[in-house]
């Protein structure tokens, strides 16, 4: 039991496999043994129980048989009683001629051989017959031993034997037949009932066929040992007759004397059945093996037990192959699951099933390929990112404005006008800072202004009256913050555009905060403005997913993928315009504000402020 | 890991395949046969039954050994016997013996009655105090006893003492009766068989008289003369009670005349060894009274017993014994003559 405990402890440890086997195993082993082996014992005992009382009362109604016989033979010594010869004999005192003693011994002797041996029960060996000093004697075959001369013999002429037949066995006396045959004395006391004296005893030698024949019908089978013996345990009869006479000592330490029961001795286990006559309280034991009883039942439970083990053997093939069936589609995901940890993300997921397993594989598949999106996605808005930063330094660095800054501010070299190269260059030297930050791409919204009004201001320099701007913000745009390079792509195409056509060009910029927590960026301009269809053909683009249309040349394409990728959706670059009158454009991002270190998207200002 | 399997499934193989005995015992009862037959076997053998036996009368050899008899089974059968009688065969003196016993609180009492009607109040009386009654060699009217024990059966007796008493006279001439009691029941039983045999089968004799001696020798022997005085051919006396063989023997042997008249009827060996051998009797008849005192005991204890008692059934130091409803008789008569009578001693 304690292994089988610890097995159990260990149970956890094993596979899911082999826990499905076991499982399937015990399930089907444990029960059919119990069910096999119940069956077995509730079988063996019913036979048991069965024999165990069938067998007394044949016992029963042999030990009756055998005591009605010993009754009848008891009654033959009365048959002496019906001779008034005899009994005139066994009557007269001791004699005084030998001549007439041997008379009455013939006349006896003849009476006896005639009622006891000539008659046709021929179970009786000799007749005994000893009277005041007097023996008569005669017997069907030679005898040894009963030497009446001394007086060892138990029973004297005096004996009262209180009117019934007494038995006495071989070993009681010294007396023995031809050829040794089983053979009981019965005594018996021979009284003259009118003088109510006693005349003597008379001793018949009876063999014990009858005794032989009564149990051989009951043991047809001879497989059981079957004796008579008397209370005390002195064998009267036995099938070995070499056990006649001895005695039976364990008969003390039986339970009881009319009934059955079964020795618990493991190597010889026996049914034993006893039953004790009422009269003479003569005990006749039946004692069988119970490997006899129950050999029927055993060629049965031989059978069954191969047919357990086979179930055993199915079953057990049965349960590793549904144990395989259930492990094999997790062992493929756990595979795959190792493998797309190992950074495979295009795996295809062979499990179609529709159950358990199924679902977490199409659940994992999904997640692979939602991962696989984010991924992706991820990769685009870095990219982007990156193309704004470049296009911003190429739009910062680019050589064509630092040729026209250049010779803007040689122009005014030449014109002497020394302040204002001071100033132009101070400023260039302003914008190049800011651009080449690579660090921080999110700024407050003061600096992304103050970085467009230098940019302006380069170019109002440049472009003198024909430019001008306004730029509308509020003091605490140092608190807000921005993604970089979100206003110089859209000023460039209205300056680019606005010089091709007018001589003169007016940006206005304007920062406002809207209620829900966004800022927009809004630039106008008077300048050509754009056609109908190149308006709807732009606002398509802008409305189209950024990420696929990274190639797009248009700094404001690159601006709003940005902010698309960077907030979603609902921010971005929104577009009107009219042709000949302006274009507006307007930059939706998130309010923002800068917190000590960190920024905070505006979602979270709230529960800031309330920290705060 | 797969392995732990196997000392699991050898475990089951192994408990499904033993059974598995966890008695200690040496032995298990699985059928126990005693119970039933010690109910069927009430206890009995109760001891120290007290049993009176009570004589029509004592002082006779025949009562004697009545008594030796009951004594002797009394003894045997491990049972305590009272016995006492009158010295005369009177009813009023048994009632009070009897009412002695019933003071006395025996179990049983068995009578040899002197009146079959005139015992029957005390004997009810008796009945009523839980003793048991039965009645023997003599019976009262049958209410008054649960069974009488009959030495032989009277009709047997009756027709066998004609017989030999009209073997020997030839078949013919007169004859006479000598009695007990005129009361007593079986003597009347008996001599009413005589008559009838006679009439039957030996029609050229004659009963010429029955005189009572109330069992008194000394009366039967004067009765005895007075019949050899009155009837001068006489050819032979029935002692229908055991003292009349032996007074008519005397009688006949005081007036010489031995051997010419027969003398037959019921008497002990011991009463008529001499007159059988010298010839004045023929023969007598008669049971082993020893016998019937010791069957009285016996069957009074089958009674006590609660044993119901069969026909033909073997009664220890008995033999086979007859039942004829509630009749008991014990065997067949013997006749005793010169030849046997040295047998027998009581």
Do not use: C
């Amino acid at each position: 039991m304690i292994s089988r405990i610890k097995e159990a402890v260990h149970l956890k440890h094993f596979r899911l496999k082999t826990k499905l086997i076991i499982t399937y195993i015990l399930l089907t082993v444990i029960p059919m043994a119990i069910l096999g082996y119940i069956t077995y014992y509730q079988n063996t005992k019913a036979i048991e129980e069965e024999v165990g009382e069938y067998v007394p009362r044949l016992l029963n109604q042999a030990n009756k048989n055998i005591e009605n016989e010993i009754n009848e033979l008891g009654n033959l010594p009365n048959l002496i009683y019906n001779s008034s010869d005899v009994m005139a004999i066994l009557r007269t005192n001791p004699y005084d001629e030998r001549s007439s003693l041997l008379e009455d011994q013939f006349t006896i002797e003849s009476f006896l051989s005639r009622t006891y041996l000539g008659s046709n029960n021929d179970n009786i060996l000799g007749a005994f017959l000893l009277s005041k000093n007097r023996s008569f004697i005669s017997t069907r075959v030679s005898y040894e031993g009963f030497d009446f001369s001394d007086h060892t013999f138990p029973y004297g002429e005096a004996h009262d034997l209180g009117g019934d037949t007494k038995v006495l066995l071989p070993s009681q006396v010294n007396l023995s037949f031809e050829g040794n045959p089983p053979y009981m004395l019965l005594v018996k006391d021979i009284v003259d009932l009118d003088n109510r004296k006693n005349l003597g005893t008379l001793f018949l030698a009876v063999k014990l066929t009858f005794i032989e024949e009564i149990l051989e019908d009951l043991d047809e089978e001879e497989k059981a040992t079957m004796w008579l013996m008397d209370s005390q345990g002195q064998i009267i009869y036995h099938q070995d007759h070499t056990k006649i006479g001895s005695y039976f000592e364990e008969v003390h330490h039986y339970p009881l004397h009319n009934g059955s029961f079964r020795t618990n001795d493991e190597q010889d286990r026996t049914l034993i059945s006893i039953n004790q006559s009422e009269k003479q309280e003569w005990i006749l034991v039946h004692s069988i093996p119970i490997n006899y009883l129950t050999e029927r039942t055993d060629v049965v439970k031989t059978a069954a037990m191969i047919i357990f083990v086979i179930l055993v053997i199915i079953t057990t093939f049965i349960s590793i192959s549904v144990a395989w069936s259930v492990t094999k589609p997790i062992n493929i995901l756990g595979k795959i699951m190792k493998d797309v940890e190992s950074g495979n993300l295009d795996v295809k997921i062979p499990i179609h099933s529709k159950d358990e397993v199924g679902v977490l594989a199409t659940s994992f598949q999904s997640m692979i390929s939602r991962i696989r999106e984010l991924i992706k996605k991820n990769y685009h808005i870095e990219l982007r990112q990156k193309d704004a930063e470049l296009y911003a330094l190429q739009s910062q660095i680019n050589p064509h404005f630092m040729y026209n800054t250049l010779e803007t501010i040689g122009a005014a070299i030449e014109d002497g006008e020394s302040e204002l190269v001071v100033d132009m260059v101070a400023i260039l030297g302003r914008m190049l800072r800011y651009s080449l930050s690579n660090k921080d791409r999110i700024v407050p919204i003061s600096k992304e202004i103050l970085h467009i009004e230098d940019y302006l201001t380069i170019q109002k320099f440049r472009f003198e009256e024909r430019i001008s701007f306004h730029i509308d913000q509020n003091k605490y745009e140092e608190d807000y913050l921005t993604p970089k390079f979100i206003l110089q792509p859209i000023i460039e195409n209205s300056i680019k555009y606005g010089m091709q056509k007018r001589k003169s060009l007016h940006i206005e910029i304007d920062v406002i905060h809207e209620t829900d927590h966004s800022i927009l960026f809004v630039i106008r301009d008077n300048g050509p403005g754009i056609n109908a269809e190149k308006l709807k053909e732009l606002n398509q683009l802008l409305d189209k997913n950024p990420i696929i249309k990274r190639d797009s040349g248009f700094g404001i394409t690159n601006v709003h993928a940005r902010i698309v990728m960077m907030y979603g959706s609902e921010y971005g670059i929104t577009i009107e315009s009219k042709i000949d009158e302006g274009t507006v454009v307007t930059i939706k991002i998130p309010q923002m504000i800068k917190t000590q270190e960190k920024m905070v998207i505006d979602h979270d200002r709230d529960k800031n402020n309330h920290r705060r | 890991m797969r392995f732990r399997i196997f000392p699991i499934l050898f475990l089951l193989l192994i408990v499904s395949g033993y059974n598995t005995n966890f008695d200690s015992s040496k032995y298990e009862i699985i059928y126990n046969g005693e119970k039933n037959k010690k109910q069927e076997q009430p206890v009995q053998n109760n001891p120290n039954y007290t049993i009176a036996i009570v004589p029509k009368v004592t002082g006779i050899p025949y009562f004697n050994a009545v008594e030796e008899g009951a004594m002797e089974a009394g003894n045997d059968l491990d049972v305590e016997v009272f016995y006492s009688g009158s010295l005369i065969a009177d009813w009023e003196q048994q009632e009070a013996i009897i009412n002695g016993y019933i003071e006395q609180g025996v179990d049983l009492i068995a009578v040899s009655a002197n009146d079959p009607e005139k015992l029957g109040q005390v004997l009810t009386k008796a009945k009523q105090q839980g003793i048991r009654v039965i009645t023997w060699d003599s019976d009262t009217n049958e209410q008054y006893r649960e069974m009488f024990i009959n030495m032989v059966d009277p009709e047997v007796l009756g027709r066998h003492i004609m017989d030999t008493l009209s073997s020997r006279v030839n078949e013919q001439g007169s004859y006479a009766i000598i009695t007990g009691a005129s009361d007593a029941a079986n003597l009347n039983e008996w001599i009413e068989w005589m008559k009838l045999h006679q009439k039957e089968n030996y029609p050229s004799m004659k009963l010429v008289e029955i005189v009572e001696s109330n069992d008194d020798p000394k009366q039967a022997y004067k009765a005895a003369k007075e019949l050899l005085k009155k009837y001068s051919d006489l050819k032979g006396i029935i002692g229908s009670s055991s003292v009349g063989p032996p007074a008519a023997s005397q009688a006949v042997r005081d007036v010489n005349k031995a051997g010419e008249m027969t003398i037959v009827g019921l008497s002990t060996p011991n009463l008529m060894r001499e007159y059988i051998k010298n010839g004045s009797a023929q023969v007598v008849t008669l049971w082993s009274p020893k016998k019937l005192g010791y069957l009285t005991v016996s069957v009074a204890k089958e009674i006590l017993d609660g044993q119901e008692i069969q026909d033909n059934q073997y009664i220890s130091n008995i033999g086979n014994i007859r039942v004829k409803e509630d009749t008991v008789i014990m065997g067949q008569p013997i006749d005793f003559t010169k030849e046997n009578i040295d047998q027998y001693d009581f």
